[in-house]
């Protein structure tokens, strides 16, 4: 089934370690995108990629980096994760033109949780 | 002021019920506007899109845009217990090149038999 593949599910993590959330699409979709959802602040965009080779910044970067070397993944780091990055992160991908409204596609979430 | 504001709810009405969920907007630029579902634990799911503004239908469910009124609304007829999820509606618009979508927080949906 053509989808978005992200592991793991789910996560428990000490502070300070590093965490890397993997997310694989094969849709051949040109865009991806890592959100956060969170309780009250809905989806957020952390990073997101509009073609292999190219990454930029959303709404909430800080602590995430991102990596795009093909098209097919798009693996979100936590560098030295802390516990306000508790959180259910959802990988999305789109084929992103000039034209016509994006659609996104999304995975079924990694939960995240920072102790 | 956000650029996109939804009710989160919980919104519950009993089966059968006609339902209807909305979004206002900040941004007159915005031209497409999407209406997602999330089951709990699951990730967003398309529901419908339209353009501009309008009315689109598909099955029980129907979309309608006043951009006047920076007003979306997703109505449901004829709701069942299945329907209970979380609605997000989200919208973006084109300006030369890539754009991103703005989501709503999202309206939680409980249908009771």
């Known amino acids: 089934i053509a989808g978005i593949t992200q592991a793991p599910t789910s996560q428990i993590l000490a502070a300070g370690r590093r965490m890397t959330l993997r997310c694989t699409q094969d849709?051949?979709?040109?865009?991806m995108y890592w959100y956060r959802q969170d309780l009250g602040l809905g989806l957020r965009l952390i990073h997101y990629?509009?073609?292999?080779?190219?990454?930029g910044k959303g709404e909430v970067p800080d602590g995430y980096s991102v990596s795009r070397a093909n098209t097919d993944d798009f693996p979100l780091t936590l560098a030295s994760a802390v516990p306000s990055q508790t959180s259910v992160y959802f990988c999305a991908s789109s084929e992103q033109g000039f034209t016509g409204a994006n659609v996104l596609t999304f995975g079924a979430g990694s939960r995240l949780t920072v102790l | 002021q956000k650029e996109v504001e939804q009710d989160p709810g919980p919104l519950s009405v009993p089966e059968g019920a006609i339902v209807s969920l909305n979004c206002t907007y900040s941004?007159?630029?915005?031209?497409?506007f999407m209406w997602y579902r999330q089951y709990s634990r699951k990730g967003p799911e398309l529901l419908m899109y339209t353009y501009s503004s309008g009315n689109k239908e598909d099955g029980r469910f129907t979309a309608q845009v006043d951009k006047s009124s920076k007003y979306i609304s997703l109505f449901i007829r004829d709701s069942q217990p299945s329907d209970s999820a979380t609605y997000l509606c989200a919208m973006n618009f084109r300006n030369s090149g890539y754009s991103t979508l703005t989501f709503g927080k999202g309206t939680m949906l409980l249908v009771s038999p």
């Open positions: 990629s509009n073609t292999a080779g190219t990454t």
């Open positions: 941004n007159s630029a915005f031209q497409y």
């Open positions: 849709m051949r979709h040109n865009a």
